[in-house]
């Protein structure tokens, strides 16, 4: 999920917004229902909530 930076999901990238992903990876694309573009977000403050169940989360990156 996506918030904004008092903790509010930002419209389109809450949670509910976010297919669940299974599976064992190193490159895995997170979209939203509507968009994978977060272009534009950029330059604005943001939080990220992730919501894991017997998972681990390596690393992640914001790329074009």
């Not at 490159?27 to 681990?56: C, E, H, I, N």
Request: hydrophobic letters at 40%; aromatic letters at 10%; proline letters at 6%.
């Amino acid at each position: 999920e996506i918030q904004d930076a008092g903790g509010k999901a930002l419209p389109g990238f809450a949670l509910a917004d976010c297919p669940e992903h299974f599976g064992d990876t190193l490159d895995q694309v997170v979209a939203w229902k509507t968009t994978a573009d977060v272009s534009r977000l950029a330059g604005k403050p943001v939080r990220l909530r992730f919501v894991l169940k017997d998972a681990d989360l390596y690393s992640f990156r914001f790329r074009p």
